[in-house]
């Protein structure tokens, strides 16, 4: 068999053959596959990675995941994936994809919804849009905990909570179907009022909003509202669905 | 490489025969039209809408909206193609080529940034700009061109990856050499042919 090895060119453009170390279920519908990698580049928080399915007939299938780990995880990349209904990639992944499968991947890529480290710095995320944001604040706990970071996190109900666990102080949860009992934070779409309140004092830093097109679109929309000038607001679609 | 199978792994969204070759590689045939877009959707009202060519050309030229509607209006079907996978087969637009846009101004140079409202910029050859093979089109599938699609008016280069059809097009300036633009910058391809999949620089 013709495989890559670690030997070959350290560079993200090639594929690679890696391997399923990990695999956490994060909520019913979201599963975590820590990879192991022979050709490991550092990443910056933001970027993603590719993943190529091929059918023995030679058919295949490629889609990009945001990492979800700190670059300071060597050797490895975590890629959190939602299983969508009759998704191609994402059904394959969580339901045949195992501990111990190979894999091929390529990456890190794209240099603009990053984080190089510029403060102070406003997350908004909605649903799984939280993924490249996660790589983000755990990479400032792990180097900068001081820094000023504050992420606005929108999830329909308690079991769509991603990372519920590794939630601090830093992050403002809002519940936009339904809240736990007991709940007396937020509950409802997050609104203009919310993020001029979460942007009080951000606003002279980058503002990273990942999610569903309808999130990023109304998101973004008030960020401006919220005294962001455009160039600083930073987004990422996660696809057709909206 | 090229030995890889992926365990268990049959393939769902098979495209059928008839479509499968005009997908280029990596791609899937998506029937929505996704939005994508670096950062918040520009308001631009069609009656301050501009659109200028200037840089190293014998005549700069600018259009008003109305004086644009006044163009050779032409029908585009085409097949678009995005970075992030999808491809929108067999859609269509409407707007004015840019040979006649670039005809009165004479060209000088090879290569042209593209500005967007916004901020947005895009490389392009000449070469892939002229002899029927750009557009500035101001419908989609016989609807005015919706604002989070780039409306009132984009770029349209179906050749190539859609990034450099860009939206909210405002102005072309012509240039003696090659620069890369906005996403050509953060790690995209200068040129992004899907049929090569050159996707980014190391492509
Ligand atoms: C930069 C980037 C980063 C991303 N990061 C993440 C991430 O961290 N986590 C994550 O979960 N996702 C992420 N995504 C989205 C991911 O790439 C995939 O788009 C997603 O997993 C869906 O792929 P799929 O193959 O499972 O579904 P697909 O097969 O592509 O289908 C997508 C949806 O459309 C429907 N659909 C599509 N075509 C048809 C059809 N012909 N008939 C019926 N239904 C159809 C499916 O039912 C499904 O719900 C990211 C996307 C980008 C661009």
């Keep these: ?242 | 490489m090229g030995g890889f199978v992926s365990r268990g792994f049959t393939g769902r969204r098979r495209t059928p025969d008839e479509l499968a070759a005009r997908l280029p590689p990596g791609q899937y045939a998506e029937s929505g039209f996704p939005v994508l877009t670096a950062g918040p959707t520009p308001e631009v009202p069609p009656d301050s809408w501009r659109l200028t060519i200037e840089g190293m050309v014998g005549a700069p030229q600018a259009w008003s909206w109305e004086e644009f509607a006044g163009l050779p209006f032409e029908s585009v079907p085409c097949d678009i193609h995005c970075v992030t996978k999808w491809s929108k087969l067999g859609t269509s637009f409407g707007g004015v080529s840019l040979d006649v846009l670039l005809a009165d101004a004479q060209p000088r140079g090879t290569h042209a940034m593209i500005h967007s409202y916004g901020g947005y910029t895009t490389n392009l050859a000449l070469a892939d700009l002229t002899d029927g093979k750009a557009w500035v089109v101001t419908e989609h599938e016989g609807e005015p061109l919706a604002r989070e699609h780039g409306g009132p008016a984009r770029l349209l280069v179906p050749h190539l990856y859609f990034w450099k059809s860009a939206k909210w097009v405002a102005g072309i300036t012509v240039l003696d050499h090659e620069e890369p633009g906005f996403w050509e910058s953060n790690g995209y391809h200068l040129r992004g042919d899907p049929w090569r999949e050159q996707r980014y620089w190391s492509d």
């Design chain 1, 1 to 242: 068999m013709e495989r890559l090895t670690a030997v070959e060119q350290r560079a993200p453009g090639a594929w690679q053959v890696a391997t399923v170390a990990s695999i956490r279920l994060e909520t019913p519908r979201v599963k975590t596959f820590r990879i192991a990698l022979g050709m490991w580049v550092a990443h910056l928080p933001g970027q993603h990675y590719e993943v190529r399915l091929t059918a023995d007939d030679g058919y295949r299938a490629q889609r990009s995941y945001s990492i979800a780990s700190s670059p300071l995880l060597e050797g490895e990349v975590e890629l959190t994936v939602e299983r969508l209904e009759d998704g191609e990639v994402s059904m394959y992944m969580h339901d045949v994809l195992g501990v111990g499968d190979e894999i091929e991947v390529r990456g890190p890529f794209a240099t603009y919804f990053v984080w190089r480290g510029e403060e102070p710095v406003l997350l908004l995320g909605g649903g799984s849009g939280v993924v490249p944001l996660m790589s983000m604040l755990r990479h400032r706990r792990l180097t900068a905990p001081q820094l000023p970071m504050r992420m606005l996190y929108s999830v329909r109900s308690p079991e769509d909570l991603i990372y519920g666990a590794e939630l601090g102080e830093e992050t403002t949860l809002t519940y936009s179907r339904s809240a736990p009992p007991g709940w007396t934070g937020h509950i409802g779409r997050i609104d203009e009022a919310m993020i001029v309140r979460a942007a009080a004092g951000f606003t002279s830093g980058p503002a990273f909003v990942c999610g569903s097109n309808g999130f990023v679109e109304s998101a973004s929309r008030h960020l401006l509202t919220a005294g962001f000038p455009p160039a600083s607001v930073r987004t990422e679609r996660f696809g057709p669905s909206g």
